[in-house]
């Protein structure tokens, strides 16, 4: 499975868009690109999924260039409530599901 | 709407004593997955399984053992206690396809599992 790389830690301000990227470039043919969001003690919630350029929901946006070995997710106009853990995964459409958990991004966003 | 519901939500064991985790899913989910986060840690996948058959193992100890049962709620059977199984256990449940490609899996609120 395609190991991930994003940066630690980020710091904004309410009201700002976040984009965070993540570094996939072992990705693979039938692998798709998932983030989460986790605050502490409390279990990851899924925030968008794609395979390739762009999908938008509700909460973010996320971007996919065509070589696919990166990506960047985009939080619009983000609050307080946004202070968070996020997680890029590269999930294989083979694997079941098996999330294989890199080290997060720490999002703490300022008043 | 109803999502994942674990219980017990806090537990305190003692070294080498057993423990057992539940896991109900959201209803008409038939996947489960089970993950471990150590304090500061990021989840690490233990196992999981769909249409009550195990599909996948990760780095669950031999001390751990985990099943489905028909009403597909999960439990996971942790025997011989050790200091460092302390952590949060979540559960996650999905709607598998055939092909295995499943979509989002939604997670329960953890079970704080705590060895003294």
């Known amino acids: 499975l395609a190991k991930t790389t994003q940066p630690i830690s980020m710091d904004s301000y309410e009201g700002q868009e976040v984009n965070i990227t993540c570094s996939h470039n072992?990705?693979?043919?039938?692998?798709?690109i998932t983030w989460y969001q986790q605050f502490p003690s409390q279990g990851p919630r899924f925030i968008i999924q794609g395979y390739k350029t762009k999908v938008t929901n509700e909460v973010a946006s996320l971007f996919i260039p065509a070589d696919r070995k990166s990506s960047t997710l985009s939080l619009p106009r983000v609050s307080l409530s946004d202070t968070a853990v996020y997680y890029c995964?590269?999930?294989?459409?083979?694997?079941?599901?098996?999330?294989?958990w890199g080290a997060g991004t720490k999002l703490i966003i300022k008043p | 709407a109803a999502g994942v519901i674990q219980s017990p939500r806090h537990l305190i064991k003692e070294k080498r004593e057993t423990a057992t985790l539940k896991c109900y899913p959201i209803p008409r989910h038939d996947t489960v997955y089970w993950y471990q986060q150590g304090p500061g840690q990021d989840p690490q996948f233990l196992i999981s399984f769909y249409e009550k058959m195990q599909s996948d193992k990760g780095s669950i100890p031999d001390r751990f053992s985990a099943q489905q049962f028909s009403d597909y709620h999960s439990e996971l059977n942790m025997s011989s206690l050790e200091l460092g199984d302390s952590a949060l256990y979540f559960c996650a449940s999905s709607l598998g396809t055939a092909e295995g490609m499943n979509t989002e899996a939604f997670f329960g609120q953890g079970t704080r599992l705590t060895v003294v």
């Open positions: 072992n990705i693979a043919t039938n692998d798709y």
């Open positions: 995964l590269v999930v294989s459409m083979d694997s079941n599901y098996q999330l294989i």
